[in-house]
């Protein structure tokens, strides 16, 4: 827990275990919404699990609430997460819009990623990507209803 090196804030869990790393992505959505997946490092094969900005605030109150049983340099550090606001002009986290099968209908039939950015609201290589994933099959073709 605290502060990357560009002062955003933090909380992360280091464990070699499956079944923690995975209870802990759990308890991370149940109490800030964040998404997280478990995948073990490629260096030396364990979990690092982070979660920034708000979601570490709110994760940090959660676990370091007034009064808890904690070592005073994390509560400190805890308390310290508490007053770091978001950048004005700086964009809030990235929320990935899942795709459908009627956008994805749209998308083959326009067969143009500039079209169909501006028809679907999307990004130009958005639907490039989209695209790309259909034809080669990463992703089923939509049904036809």
């Not at 992505?25 to 073990?40: A, D, I, L, N």
């Not at 676990?63 to 904690?70: I, V």
């Not at 009627?102 to 609201?121: C, F, H, K, Q, Y």
């Amino acid at each position: 827990m605290g502060r990357t090196s560009k002062g955003f804030p933090f909380v992360s869990l280091t464990t070699a275990s499956t079944a923690i790393a995975r209870y802990f992505c759990e308890y991370v959505q149940e109490v800030t919404g964040v998404h997280r997946t478990v995948k073990r490092n490629a260096r030396d094969g364990i979990y690092n699990v982070m979660v920034a900005m708000e979601g570490a605030q709110r994760l940090a109150a959660k676990l370091y609430y007034p009064g808890c049983l904690a070592l005073a340099r994390k509560q400190t550090a805890a308390g310290s997460l508490a007053t770091w606001g978001r950048p004005a002009g700086m964009r809030n986290a990235y929320t990935a819009r899942r795709w459908t099968a009627t956008e994805d209908r749209i998308l083959l039939r326009l067969n143009s990623p500039t079209a169909a950015a501006e028809v679907l609201g999307r990004t130009r290589q958005s639907c490039n990507l989209r695209l790309w994933r259909l034809r080669s099959g990463q992703v089923p073709m939509p049904s036809n209803h």
